[in-house]
């Protein structure tokens, strides 16, 4: 982190651009990037007022700053915190050689794959792990629970100035290389197996409410008399396979989502109408 | 059973504009339901209602990401405002009243956040014309002040409901038939499968489904407790991959 400024990659030109303008830049980005997020051009606006301090420094011409700040108020989005601050430290390093055109083609050109990857590290693979055992604790009355959650937020968010500099250092090289190399894989991989696990496990502990009071009264003749004996529909259900219902209820969902291709709010409605409807029955 | 005053009300909304803005940078995770609603219950003095509700939410929104900026439900208002009248009606049946405003609360919300991702369109627009101009400085303000659109379409829901609303959200909950309650509660039992299988929606699961019977028998039959299953998770990932590299070497 404090060698920002000695460059091995990309090797900037600029003399004038000091170490303190990069790290500036480094944290707008980091704290501000989504402040002034748009429908329009999204993130753009936030990477643009980032790359100010760069700018600024390396374009005296004001015709030629205008030039360079059009560039980089341009649609740009992709994950913030993970993945964009090494898009934008590889980019800054580039802007501050005066290669703005190269810096334009690496932030459209990964954008999307850095996307995908950012996404899937924080929605599918971390957050939901962290926020099924966040929750179980908070279920049984513990703030850890939502200090976990907390936690691991700013653990992410410690990450970025680490991803600038490996941006910013090897400049294009490194940022490609993450982008389709196989260590990701392979993380990626291990994280799945690990969250399909959990997730296995935490199906039935989490859902453990969802159960039939049905009751059957039934006769039975028991030595000549007639004895009348209440079948609970649960306890036989616990019998065949236990947690039979909260199975049932997620292959539902998950059958509506996958092969009806319904929106997450229509399968909420759905689900909501069956619980009313099971209450009233008194299946559920 | 009184209503909040407007100093919590004002509190409440400082805090649903602090954490959409501090959610958009540097990303904080304040706009999980679990921390709103915890935050939220430590305002109004019920921290554990705070925390049930928000993990209830939570879980429901477990699949459920922002893809390229797509619109979700607002769990972290809904964890507010649900927490808030939790709070307020207390006792039993405390977690169902809240539920029963956090839910809708949170698909209502979207509504709002979509007006504040469009409105926010006006300040790239100031932005470009402060840059033909040469000003540096209007670009800045235009960037800062890009949160406001953000913060008060929460803020100022927030502030109302908690404030003004208190009285008419009271004599909601308390019209609120049996069957509804009732019915509530089944439903937030329910909605968590919303959130698995959304999950699992977006996990190879035809290719790694023995991992997902794994868990589910070491709950199921071995009673195994949630954080030694993580633990297990753990070590049979970090398994999976040495085996897998001695058999793609050897």
């Known amino acids: 982190m404090a060698s920002a400024a000695k460059s091995v990659g990309s090797t900037p030109v600029s003399d004038q651009v000091t170490k303190k303008d990069i790290q500036r830049a480094m944290w707008r980005h980091i704290i501000t990037l989504q402040w002034s997020w748009n429908y329009e051009r999204m993130q753009a606006l936030g990477w643009l007022w980032s790359m100010l301090p760069i700018l600024t420094k390396v374009h005296k011409n004001p015709e030629k700053l205008k030039e360079a700040m059009r560039r980089n108020i341009n649609f740009y989005n992709t994950n913030p915190v993970v993945g964009s601050p090494a898009i934008f430290g590889a980019a800054v390093a580039m802007e501050e050689a005066n290669n703005g055109e190269v810096a334009d083609s690496l932030k459209v050109g990964l954008m999307g794959p850095f996307a995908g990857i950012g996404d899937t590290i924080m929605a599918i693979l971390v957050r939901p792990i962290v926020a099924v055992i966040a929750a179980a604790w908070a279920m049984s009355g513990s703030v850890g629970g939502a200090w976990l959650m907390f936690l691991v937020g700013v653990a992410f968010i410690a990450t970025m100035p680490w991803q600038f500099n490996v941006g910013y250092k090897q400049g294009i090289n490194m940022v490609h290389e993450v982008a389709t190399g196989g260590k990701i894989n392979q993380i990626t991989e291990a994280a799945t197996v690990m969250g399909l696990i959990v997730i296995g496990g935490f199906v039935p502990s989490i859902m453990a409410g969802v159960k039939t009071p049905l009751k059957f009264v039934r006769t039975l003749d028991v030595q000549g008399k007639a004895t009348e004996k209440v079948v609970e529909v649960q306890a036989v259900l616990d019998q065949i396979v236990p947690f039979l219902l909260p199975v049932a209820i997620l292959g539902f969902a998950y059958w509506l989502i996958r092969s009806r291709k319904l929106s997450p709010v229509w399968v909420l409605l759905i689900l909501t109408a069956l619980a009313f409807v099971g209450s009233a029955l008194h299946l559920l | ?250």
Request: overall charge neutral.
């Open chain 2, 1 to 250: 059973m009184e209503g909040y005053g407007i100093g919590t009300a004002l509190v409440l909304a400082i805090w649903a504009y602090v954490s959409i803005v501090l959610v958009l940078g540097p990303g904080l995770w304040l706009g999980e339901a679990l921390v709103a609603g915890a935050v939220t219950g430590l305002v109004v003095g019920d921290v554990t209602v705070g925390l049930q509700i928000g993990a209830t939410l939570t879980l429901m929104s477990l699949g459920m990401w922002t893809y390229g900026g797509a619109t979700m439900p607002d769990f972290m208002t809904g964890a507010i405002l649900g927490t808030a009248v939790a709070a307020l009606k207390g006792g039993d049946g405390a977690l169902e009243a809240g539920l029963a405003i956090a839910i809708p609360a949170s698909i209502l919300m979207t509504q709002l956040d979509v007006l504040g991702r469009a409105v926010t369109t006006v300040f790239i627009h100031g932005a470009d014309r402060a840059l033909e101009k040469g000003s540096i400085k209007g670009i800045t303000n235009m960037h800062l002040w890009g949160q406001l659109p953000w913060g008060l379409t929460r803020a100022i829901p927030v502030f109302l409901a908690v404030w003004l609303g208190a009285g008419p959200v009271q004599a909601l909950i308390d019209s609120m038939p049996q069957w509804f309650m009732t019915g509530m509660t089944v439903t937030g039992r329910l909605l968590p499968a919303l959130g698995f299988a959304l999950l699992l929606n977006q996990l190879p699961i035809k290719k790694y489904w023995p991992f997902l019977l794994i868990g589910f028998v070491m709950w199921a039959y071995l009673k195994v407790p949630v954080t030694g299953i993580a633990i297990m998770a753990a070590a049979v990932g970090s398994l999976y991959i040495a085996l897998k590299g001695v058999r793609a070497n050897g």
